[in-house]
């Protein structure tokens, strides 16, 4: 259970007070505000605060095209021929500000994504709780033998075992050594900023993280994607069901552009456009690379 | 009058049907919201949207220090900590989203603050109207003659009155000539993406313009500083005239250690320091640069 | 001629004195360096400084994939997998720094593109040149009558005598009066940051723009692409061409996969998976808007 | 030492071969090229590229101010003008990229500062080498009393014996057991991505870093300060060092602005006015917290 009875109590305390507003409110997102969605064996994702909806999008479209617009009717439309045309900036009117507790390997990754806003919890300042990714089994996948960054099968009965065995009682005994340090039972105790760095990055920290609208959509179609690595994808699978419910048709039009999209090559163009007329085109004469050629199959067979 | 009847009833519409939130709200904020201030002859700024409040940057802070931080008693203490020691990331988990209405040459210095979000109104998609910013009298500033970048003093009766008089004169002729460039009657009409280059600087153009608290701080200091453009500092000043309802405690952590303070050099630190005992310290003695003694003097005496 | 007989012997100066260095060199880019190309009628572009090559993006590269990325045999095929996996972060290794001379309508929206380093010409501080943007015969485009973006046909006669015949005589007025402004003859003279806003959009300024070679490709993608405005493409593909002096092989990859590719909605990969297998998909059944399908018919017929 | 027999080859090979270019070259940089600097026990610090020096911060800034400049004569003037009024455009036109070695958390500081451009070592993509921060003797300090953020007192023979000893015996244990997770001897072998989380944050690992001259002095300012934690701030004076040589008038400014600058408050600058005109000013009259009163008597006593 990634939270403590105090915790779920102030989550019921800051839901059961709505107050008025005279801004643009999703009910989508009120629905979801504040409650933890369970991600991973101990960490969690929550909505602390959100700005605009989709109307807010079209306004801010409006803005830029002024009294030309008029003539696409219709907020969807819109919201479409935007993301289409890689409009970004009305997807920036709005933002989103979660907060998140992960594993260090994965905040390491997710911190990459520069156009955020972050405070995160201080080991500097403050001690880590106990609390350690220990995988499911059926995510004890062996290192992929065609790809240097991805997973092979899940690893079988004795060598799982093991693997479990040594993250467990490894994360246990560095938790314990972490502790024996800091103690002031009969000593100073080490630095917290000295401490710290004993302990295994699968140790969960967390913090705030804000970001606008388009800034989170790239986050998502790189985490969200297949290729993305599954610690970080359950995090954003989770997220994107949010927005989902924040920004019904900004989502849509996303998932249809971008999540479900692909981006073609000149020479996949013209590859695609060879077989239209009929052509056999094969890996010698498509101009494309060997791994250029295993992708291009993938999506068109 | 820089809105229209139109827009007075749109805006009285959206003030006067509150809806429910779980949100942090900020009430100095909510009294704000889509009210048009005026600023210079035809333009304005008026809230949009806010996230956050002065509790919302607490706890972002909170998040950090974690448990640490239980020795700072009250959110005012924090701030101020925050603020005085540059902790920035607290306050950019606050967001505020502004319509202005400005001169494109105000636009072009304010454009220059990066991190920001804007969506401007298109004169390649949509025809600009003809409202032009035409300086107050007491605004008709001569060059200075000591800064480069400065004004002096007003000018008076009859050269104030010739350049009131070519203003006035050139606004009118180029929006004259803009319409019978983009005008269809009887020919093609200009293309409005072109027709637009023959508009003067101090034509109004429009925008959503957003940003979080602490990249907004950095706009005041500078734009609300009394070297700043007089034309620029009063939309700044309006603008913190907002902030100060939003967020109270933060805003004026600001004002004392931002907006009132000054930075000393190691220079100006010695300086200080021999004064302090008794030393009298001349431009000579101090090892500063003509400007530097200048600027120092200005604030020690 | 954009550039004075001292401008020239200065550039010459700077290109007669060659220096050793360590660093990574691009011959393509060498020969480049400091000359200025011919932009518009007054405007030009010129390389001031890099950083980087193809070397640099590939060493970048196997910094991060370590070991690992032996397989990828040559420096060609990993930049092609760089550009094809959207890994952007090796091409932010390479930096450009430009000169260029530039129209104010252009710079507006130039500078929208944020992630990159601006020193501009100041008006506040200092007189702009009697230079105006006139648009040759053939660029004097009538708005299109489908695309509220766009331009039609190129007017004819006396529309276009008309239109030049204006736009010439509109400047040269515009900074005559600036001048009277200004003149401190028998008077003070207006400060130059008010006199300043009397000028057209059309004037020219300049500025020293710094970018990576990530944020430049993505600039190019919107601003060499044939539905950006005329005046920006022309900046662009002049900068297009220094690219591909420098980084020959980046480039050729960006070719491929940016500038000559297009991006599928899943809407889109669906109408091309069903006429592959023979069917025939008409608007009606592609499920795509109009606008779509228009774009959609473009490439595809 | 921190660098392989075949690493100190590639760097004198590197610098074996000048070449030619008609760029801005820095003498005090030419000599710092690829050369590894040893910081901690087995990080370091190397330039890979820059790009300008002084005078091209010079000559930006005299773009932006046209013939208005000319009259701060020198160079050294104006680049202290700049640093003094916050002109910050200028500094951005330099660029440094470095290759550094680093311990995870140091890392994890290092990438909150997001205006950089970083490839960082892919424990996803390969193996991680054996190599871990141990803290030097000296440098085992007890938690502070005072200062939640900081160190006490130096630990004294058996307790700072047992942190070492359980320092080293885990790094050494952890490393142990991602080898025999990742191993493929008899067993398929634990994916790379997943095996990671086990290693403990002191292990080093390593990453190009890109960053323009503001924020690297932003950088320097926060990180080479006596606040900052020790593992760190040995990287910022390293870094500092070669800064020094880089670009010497930029960094005399910054030294004497910055780094050996104060920023007082409103309530600051009254009591030291107070004092100037003799006044007694007690932490109760000067208006200002415990922890600010503090602070001001560590600068003026």
Known sequence: MPLTPDQLAEIEAARATPRLTLRA?????????????????????????????????????????????????????????????????????CELKLHVKLPVFVARQWIRHRTANVNEYSARYSILDREFYIPAPEQLAAQSTVNNQGRGAVLAGEEAARVLALLKSDAGQMYDHYEAMLSTEGQQGLARELARMNLPMNIYTQWYWKVDLHNLFHF?????????????????????????????????????????????????????????????????TSGMSKGEWREFCEVWG
């Open 25 to 93: 409110v999703s009910e989508g997102m009120e629905a979801e505000l504040y409650r933890a969605h369970p991600v991973l064996d101990h960490g969690f994702v929550r909505v602390i605060d959100y700005m605009g909806d989709d109307a807010a999008i079209v306004q801010a479209a409006r803005v830029s095209y002024g009294a030309g617009t008029k003539h696409v009717s219709n907020d969807e439309g819109l919201i479409r021929y935007l993301m289409r045309h890689w409009h970004s900036t009305p997807f920036e009117m």
């Open 220 to 284: 998502l179609r790189l985490r969200a994607d297949a290729h993305a690595q599954y610690e970080i994808r359950v995090y954003a699978d989770c997220i994107a069901r949010m927005v989902a419910a924040w920004v019904p048709l900004a989502f849509r039009a996303f998932e249809d552009y971008r999540m479900g999209g692909v981006t073609l090559s000149s020479k996949a163009i013209d590859c695609l456009k060879r077989r239209l007329k009929g052509e056999v085109v094969t890996a010698e």
